[in-house]
């Protein structure tokens, strides 16, 4: 991430945190003349004022009817307005289908799934339904978890990818199957739930199935913006800073710019050798 870029543009990242009730919804990604997870975000958001200039990336994409608890929508935007108030309305209107969580704020910009670590899976099949034994379970466990080539466990669309081979690691506690790995194939998760559980490849309905968690990489967790409200510069109307405290950004009015700086930037270097990396940003 060059967080000199951040110089030359008015957008910001934002990362919000969703659950969705998936059996709401046709699909996840947007599909013309259907409900779908991504199209009702962008719907009601955009109703509401908050716009972006590309797309939403998502943290994991879910299959048909499988719901998630915590995923990860990402846009850039150059919104200026009060975000609290639009999740909160956002909130009111879609609460029985999606639910914004909370959001944080970040680079623009960015190709988003690059920087997930991971992804964890719950699938709650029904008790009663489970017919092998916890020994043939924990035995096929082991079987399937690992870093290996996972295509039997996949679709005709998963297979036409250039990329098989999969690190995943499954567990089943109080009936419950949890799969975490660095990325799935499409229909992977419900179709090793199925072998998991049955003894034979197949798949598994949707709605047992939700995305628990996405896990962010060090590297773009650690570049969260947050408010620096313990500190005051002089011309300086808000100050935020990363979670790392690498980089600060100071908010100043257009004719207060060059006041801040300084002649022949002595003020702003100044304050880069106090605190280190700063970005300006008018307003």
């Known amino acids: 991430m060059n967080f000199r870029g951040i110089e030359k543009t008015d957008k910001w990242g934002y990362i919000f945190t969703v659950f969705?009730?998936?059996?709401?919804?046709?699909?996840?990604?947007?599909?013309?003349?259907?409900?779908?997870?991504?199209?009702?975000?962008?719907?009601?958001?955009?109703?509401?004022?908050?716009?972006?200039?590309?797309?939403?990336?998502?943290?994991?994409?879910?299959?048909?009817?499988?719901?998630?608890?915590r995923n990860l929508l990402y846009v850039s935007s150059n919104f200026n307005g009060n975000l609290s108030e639009i999740i909160f309305k956002f909130n009111e209107k879609m609460k029985d289908s999606i639910f914004i969580r909370g959001v944080q704020k970040t680079f623009p910009n960015l190709s988003f799934p690059e920087y997930v670590a991971k992804r964890e899976y719950l699938y709650k099949y029904p008790k009663k339904r489970?017919?092998?034994?916890?020994?043939?379970?924990?035995?096929?466990?082991?079987?399937?978890?690992?870093?290996y080539d996972v295509s039997r466990f996949t679709d005709k669309k998963g297979l036409e990818l250039k990329e098989h081979e999969r690190k995943v690691e499954v567990t089943f506690q109080k009936g419950v199957l949890r799969f975490i790995g660095d990325s799935f194939m499409p229909k992977q998760v419900r179709n090793m739930a199925g072998y998991i559980l049955t003894g034979e490849v197949e798949t598994f309905p949707g709605k047992y199935l939700t995305l628990e968690k996405v896990y962010l990489k060090?590297?773009?967790?650690?570049?969260?913006?947050?408010?620096?409200?313990?500190?005051?510069?002089l011309g300086v109307e808000k100050i935020e800073k990363t979670v790392d405290n690498e980089i600060m950004i100071l908010y100043v009015k257009k004719d207060k710019k060059g006041e801040v700086i300084g002649k022949n930037a002595s003020n702003i270097k100044s304050l880069r050798k106090e605190f280190g990396n700063i970005v300006i940003r008018e307003i």
């Open 130 to 147: 489970i017919k092998r034994s916890i020994e043939d379970i924990e035995k096929t466990l082991l079987e399937v978890s690992g870093t």
């Open 20 to 69: 969705y009730n998936g059996e709401r919804f046709h699909s996840f990604d947007e599909m013309s003349g259907k409900i779908t997870v991504k199209g009702e975000f962008r719907r009601v958001m955009n109703e509401l004022g908050f716009t972006w200039a590309k797309g939403i990336q998502q943290g994991g994409r879910t299959d048909a009817k499988v719901s998630a608890e």
């Open 218 to 233: 060090e590297e773009l967790a650690t570049k969260m913006i947050v408010a620096c409200d313990n500190l005051e510069i």
